[in-house]
């Protein structure tokens, strides 16, 4: 049976859970030969109440990194101990902080050449690895913090079907979808303007008979997604009524739609590529970008009150 060091990264939450429990076990003998009743797992409140003087349970937790009631449950044991108690802050009487008391600035002196020599010990065991452990782990906590571990496990999943997504041109059953994707996308980041209502319940008169057309996505028999050509009056082509459900975001869906479109648009020789956009859409702009888009400056005649980017394909 292989090891759990041989299992590799796949159990890294494993290996550092038993690495912490050591470490906590081995400060805890240390304690204990110093006549202190303490477990070292609360230490980290007592530290921090030491360094920055008298805080709340939630300031604490976020300087842990750590949930609130976990401070709670910390504060409770010290304080049945004799080490903290709590108070009413002046400033707000309804919220309550955590200040040492006067065994706790006892216990504190104590600590002191204690975490001095653990500092310098530990400082020495890292010297001694052939990693940088402390700047790893605060990168991998980072890391976690921008995308979490389970959403990028999600995401990863979504990319090994990606290749199911298929692209398909306009068909009069597919009317419904083009709206309802189209409202969602809308209700979340703005609003549904009349001239949106206008084209989405109407696309035969707004795009389809002026030569444009509506292409979908569709995965495992359901249509995920949307994209529009729309054709003026002065032969200019607007990718427009982009939307992928939230479900499915992962799959890379608006990046094949995209594709799909600016070939269409190739392929009838239109005049000129631009679309529309806003600047809170920050993906959706980065995508419009390595797709290429350039960004120029806003025409006056915009049909839609949220925009404030235009861009036209250079690419």
């Not at 002046?90 to 975490?115: F, K, N, Y």
């Not at 000129?272 to 995508?287: G, H, I, M, Q, Y």
């Not at 005649?301 to 949220?306: C, K, T």
Request: charged content about 25%; aromatic content about 10%.
């Amino acid at each position: 049976m292989k090891t759990i060091e041989e299992l590799g990264e796949l159990f890294l939450g494993t290996r550092l859970k038993r690495l912490s429990d050591s470490l906590y076990d081995e400060v805890d003998k240390v304690y204990d030969r110093h006549n202190i009743q303490l477990s070292s797992r609360v230490t980290a409140v007592i530290f921090l109440l030491y360094q920055n003087g008298d805080a709340a349970i939630m300031e604490i937790a976020e300087a842990l990194g750590i949930t609130h009631p976990a401070v709670n449950q910390m504060s409770k044991k010290l304080n049945q101990q004799g080490y903290v108690d709590t108070r009413p802050d002046p400033d707000d009487e309804r919220r309550r902080l955590l200040s040492l008391t006067e065994s706790g600035q006892a216990l504190v002196q104590l600590l002191i050449p204690i975490w001095e020599n653990m500092q310098y010990c530990l400082d020495d065991m890292l010297k001694a690895s052939e990693h940088q452990l402390l700047p790893a782990v605060l990168n991998l906590e980072h890391q976690s913090q921008q995308l979490a571990l389970s959403e990028r496990i999600v995401a990863r999943e979504k990319l090994k079907t990606a290749h199911e997504v298929e692209i398909i041109t306009w068909q009069p059953e597919y009317a419904e979808d083009f709206k309802r994707l189209n409202i969602e996308w809308l209700e979340k980041y703005f609003y549904v303007e009349e001239y949106d209502n206008e084209v989405l319940s109407n696309p035969q008169k707004y795009i389809l008979a002026d030569g444009g057309n509506i292409y979908f996505a569709r995965y495992r028999g359901e249509i995920i997604g949307t994209v529009a050509l729309m054709v003026s009056p002065d032969g200019r082509v607007e990718l427009t009524k982009m939307a992928v459900t939230e479900k499915y975001q992962g799959l890379k869906v608006g990046r094949k739609l995209m594709e799909f479109a600016i070939e269409r648009f190739r392929s009838f020789g239109g005049k000129l590529l631009f679309l529309e956009s806003n600047k809170r859409l920050t993906p959706a702009v980065a995508l419009y970008e390595k797709m290429g888009f350039v960004h120029k400056p806003s025409p006056a005649d915009s049909h839609y009150q949220r925009a404030d980017v235009y861009m036209e394909f250079e690419g």
